[in-house]
């Protein structure tokens, strides 16, 4: 039984390049979530998925972010034209329970850091 | 969103000793679910405990226990028997229906285990 997977561990950029980011959830979750942690923030929520749908893109921080999913499977989060306030580490995580679950143990991934140079 | 804080930025505790993370929490929302999570400087992320609203008992999990005081909107960690491999960031978290049940996170406590 894998966990979450993501992919790069390390991505080193230069500022206005476009990067992706890869989650790869655990077969069978429906919901998959992206969070951002970075020093000065903490631990921010950006989006959700319920399959391949993601109902509100409301906590991505700009424009420059999108999120897909497909197959209701990976997701790749992708930030255009890079600034050096996007270095983070971006979390995945996934979970089985619907959005009528109570009880919804995340299971998280191993992040992958961010640097924007 | 509603909101979770963690007023302990760093903590202390000898190994063998019992520590108390504190978490308080801000809702209007009668059904709620509270988790802890531990990150190691590893930087994964790993689930520890949950207590939802509607529980009647106080969650435990091993060593980890939650003091859950519903009227004081408080949620307190209690890991007992502290050991140099709890040394970590703790987060306590809310679920957030409107974000189809993510975890709204506090800032965190970083806890320090000594010999």
């Known amino acids: 039984g894998a966990g979450v997977s993501q992919s790069p561990s390390n991505k080193v950029t230069e500022k206005g390049k476009d990067v992706e980011l890869r989650c790869d959830p655990i077969?069978?979750?429906?919901?998959l979530y992206w969070y951002r942690q970075s020093l000065g923030q903490g631990l921010e929520f950006l989006i959700y998925f319920q399959g391949n749908s993601a109902p509100d893109k409301s906590g991505l921080p700009s424009d420059r972010f999108s999120a897909e999913r497909t197959g209701g499977s990976v997701s790749t989060l992708t930030i255009q034209r890079t600034q050096q306030e996007d270095s983070a580490v971006y979390l995945c995580?996934?979970?089985?329970?619907?959005?009528?679950?109570?009880?919804?143990?995340?299971?998280f991934g191993p992040g992958t850091r961010l640097t924007v140079l | 969103a509603q909101k979770i804080t963690q007023t302990q930025p760093g903590m202390f505790v000898q190994e063998k000793e019992a520590v108390t993370l504190d978490c308080t929490y801000d809702t209007s929302d009668p059904s709620y679910g509270l988790f802890w999570y531990k990150q190691p400087s590893s930087g994964e992320m790993i689930f520890l405990i949950y207590q939802g609203s509607y529980d009647q008992q106080n969650a435990t999990e091993g060593r980890y226990s939650l003091n859950f005081q519903k009227a004081r909107k408080s949620a307190n960690l209690v890991i007992s028997a502290s050991q140099l491999g709890d040394s970590a960031m703790y987060f306590c978290?809310?679920?957030?229906?409107?974000?189809?049940?993510?975890?709204?996170f506090g800032k965190g406590t970083s806890l320090l285990v000594t010999p």
């Open positions: 077969s069978g979750h429906t919901a």
């Open positions: 995580a996934s979970s089985s329970g619907g959005t009528g679950s109570s009880y919804n143990e995340q299971f």
């Open positions: 978290a809310m679920r957030e229906v409107l974000w189809g049940y993510a975890l709204n």
